[in-house]
């Protein structure tokens, strides 16, 4: 998946379009994000006892995660994400690759 939690990224399809948020949970086998004040729903909560009320509750639902693109933190644009590997050595002295998320438009390291 090309987002992960707490990155921030702008709805490009759906009802909300053009809304910008704050990833909250992200569900990598189900291709599904959740977007803070996107997608709300309504949900009609009984109470369940004396302690807790009853009534309507907004909360957010996921979306597919293809729907929303990644906002880069440098140049502040809803970017595509590319790849870039290093290669580095632990203390160990073996090889390790890391694959690190970089701006397609301003070539900035984003994680």
Do not use: W, Y
């Not at 910008?20 to 949970?25: C, P, R, V």
């Not at 909560?45 to 880069?72: F, W, Y």
């Amino acid at each position: 998946m090309h987002v992960k939690s707490s990155d921030t990224v702008i709805v490009i399809s759906g009802k909300d379009k053009g809304k910008k948020g704050k990833i909250s949970a992200a569900f990598p086998k189900l291709n599904r994000v959740t977007v803070e004040g996107v997608n709300m729903v309504t949900k009609h909560q009984k109470a369940r006892n004396a302690g807790q009320p009853g009534g309507i509750i907004h909360k957010e639902m996921p979306i597919d995660a293809s729907n929303v693109m990644l906002v880069c933190p440098k140049c502040g644009k809803a970017t595509r994400v590319s790849h870039k590997v290093e290669h580095e050595q632990d203390d160990n002295g073996k090889n390790r690759r890391k694959m690190i998320r970089v701006c397609k438009k301003c070539g900035a390291e984003i994680d």
